[in-house]
């Protein structure tokens, strides 16, 4: 679909890279002449990625261990970046989430998804722009979000809120940075089946079941598809796009909503079956870091 080398020349920060989505987008581009870094809490993953990612496509991935709610230690990871070389681009990809009637929740709970998502996202955003600017360098910034910013969603409200932020940070950045040569934009995907999705926010569920029921398209999305429209947004195909979130779904959201108001059906039985799942997803996922 694309030139060879579309992206050479380009230093491209991918957060949540280590896995899913982020690992999937960091290789196009890496397929793609960027050099690309990528950070998440587990370095031992990232790294694990990096090697992978240049066995399979040659280049440069380095790899960064960093918590995202930390604005500090986002700082210096960003400053260490550009000390070596400015970055062209970021994809703010680092999310968490899972289900659970609101009633339910802790502050904790709140908290943990507000805190990698908008704070996070906010503290990435803010560390690599404020250098574009002082710099002078122009560039881009693409942002995961949920086609629910535009409609809420029941059940995931932490989620709903903290990605209803990110939108909203990339039309007010997009106004106020566009000056500069520095453009935002967001994707909007479907359900593109990834294992941390599936355990924390569809346990028990067939993975794409949902989807393929009810989708217009009658199918889930493809990662190659993410990874093709990240690469647009970023490739200088059309740089008049900015502060725009674009809706990768199939048109589900168009025709159901396309957030989790179908789980109003469900019994006190089933949320907790569901609660247990991710606890022991979350607690196996625990192990494996320590």
Excluded at 252 to 257: H, K, P
Excluded at 264 to 274: E, F, I, S, V, Y
Aim: proline share 3%; charged share 20%; hydrophobic share 45%.
């Amino acid at each position: 679909m694309y030139t060879p080398r579309l992206l050479a020349g380009r230093n491209v920060l991918v957060t949540g890279g280590g896995t899913g989505l982020g690992k999937a987008m960091a290789g196009r581009f890496l397929s793609l002449g960027a050099d690309v870094h990528i950070c998440g809490r587990r370095k031992s993953v990232c790294d694990e990625t990096a090697t992978e990612l240049m066995a399979a496509h040659g280049g440069k991935v380095t790899s960064h261990g960093v918590d995202i709610r930390d604005a500090a230690a986002v700082d210096a990871m960003v400053e260490s970046i550009f000390a070596d070389r400015p970055l062209t681009d970021l994809v703010n990809n680092a999310a968490g989430n899972f289900i659970s009637r609101t009633q339910d929740l802790s502050p904790r709970g709140f908290d943990a998804v507000a805190n990698i998502v908008m704070h996070g996202t906010f503290y990435v955003t803010h560390a690599v722009g404020r250098r574009w600017i002082a710099g002078q360098h122009r560039g881009n910034v693409v942002s995961v979000v949920v086609t629910w910013v535009r409609n809420g969603s029941p059940y995931v409200v932490p989620s709903a809120m903290s990605k209803a932020a990110v939108h909203t940070m990339t039309m007010s950045l997009a106004t106020e940075w566009g000056r500069y040569g520095i453009r935002l934009n967001a994707i909007a995907p479907g359900e593109i089946p990834t294992e941390g999705m599936s355990k924390r926010i569809k346990p028990g569920d067939e993975v794409g079941a949902r989807t393929i029921a009810m989708n217009p398209m009658g199918r889930v999305g493809r990662m190659e598809e993410l990874e093709n429209l990240a690469v647009f947004l970023i490739s200088g195909g059309c740089d008049w796009i900015n502060g725009e979130t674009i809706a990768m779904d199939g048109a589900q959201a168009l025709a159901m909503g396309g957030n989790f108001y179908a789980l109003r059906d469900w019994k006190d039985a089933d949320w907790a079956a569901a609660k247990d799942a991710i606890k022991a997803h979350n607690d196996k996922d625990r192990a494996a870091r320590s």
